[in-house]
């Protein structure tokens, strides 16, 4: 018996979806290569999808709902079926990252997520040697998780970046030159606030790694540490304050807003 057919929809999200998927398929009278045809991808792709084994695309969710004239149902389906593409550990920080009323993350290595481009999100997870479905997955997910920002209540977000944030390239100059680009289109968000810290202040209070706190529409503030294997989410009262005093000590050694989109700024005309 093939995979799919035991798949429970009850299960999770992404097996309902896989299975609704399915079925409408086969009450259409579709093959899995008539529907990836119309959807744009190999049919050993779909059959994984429906099988439960590989995320759902936003494209095949729109081409879904328009063969199956289903307006709207696997388009709503798909933000919460493509926090999938995290790790298990992961979601939980997702999910309180769209409650937060105020985001502030320091950043020593790369971008934080929620300010990344398609392209540079791409290149900083391909470096972990991922196949190319896990990739495209992953990089959905982070775009998705940006939405936030963009919502008609957006959360305050106030990053401080460690200058070699600007430095590191995960690929080439003009692919960089673009994210510092749009670094400095974010800072003109009237919520948003970017900090960086230049090479010359020397040791700060972030040389532990990076972190983010998170202020909550309800309930008391965490912290989310970044680790090798895999991040932590933190409750602790005293932790939690450990962190806010870190971060104000990191935003009290970081150029000022305009300072630090100067920096930006001339870390890209480097890169022309």
Same mark, same amino acid.
């Not at 900083?124 to 479905?133: C, G, Q, S």
């Given at each position: ?19 609704? #998927? ?11 290569? !008539? ?24 494209? #095949? ?18 933000? #919460? ?67 936030? #920002? ?95 005093? !870190?971060?104000?000590?990191?935003? !009290? ?13 001339? !870390? ?5």
């Amino acid at each position: 018996m093939a995979y799919a057919e035991t798949l429970d929809p009850a299960s999770s999200v992404l097996a309902f979806y896989a299975t609704d #998927l399915r079925r409408r398929r086969e009450s259409s009278g579709l093959t899995q290569r !008539a529907l990836a045809g119309k959807a744009l991808m190999a049919p050993s792709l779909l059959n994984k999808i429906e099988a439960g084994r590989r995320l759902p695309t936003k494209d #095949l969710s729109e081409v879904a709902d328009t063969v199956f004239g289903t307006v709207d149902h696997f388009q709503r389906l798909w933000p #919460l079926v493509i926090k999938y593409a995290y790790p298990a550990w992961f979601r939980p920080y997702v999910d309180l990252e769209e409650a937060a009323t105020v985001i502030r993350s320091f950043q020593v290595q790369v971008v934080p997520g929620l300010l990344q481009t398609e392209d540079y999100a791409r290149a900083i997870l391909a470096a972990r040697r991922l196949d190319e479905e896990a990739v495209a997955e992953q990089v959905a997910a982070r775009l998705q998780r940006q939405n936030i #920002l963009d919502g008609t209540n957006p959360p305050e977000l106030w990053v401080v970046l460690d200058e070699n944030v600007l430095r590191r390239r995960p690929a080439g100059a003009e692919m960089m030159r673009a994210q510092l680009e749009s670094l400095i289109t974010a800072a003109d968000r009237p919520r948003t606030v970017i900090q960086v810290i230049p090479l010359s202040a020397g040791i700060h209070a972030g040389v532990g790694g990076p972190f983010a706190t998170l202020t909550l529409d309800e309930g008391p503030s965490v912290v989310y540490v970044d680790g090798f294997l895999q991040g932590q989410i933190l409750a602790d009262p005293t932790q939690v304050k450990a962190a806010a005093r !870190a971060y104000d000590l990191l935003t !009290a050694v970081a150029l000022p807003p305009d300072a630090s989109i100067e920096l930006i700024a001339a !870390a890209a005309k480097e890169l022309r």
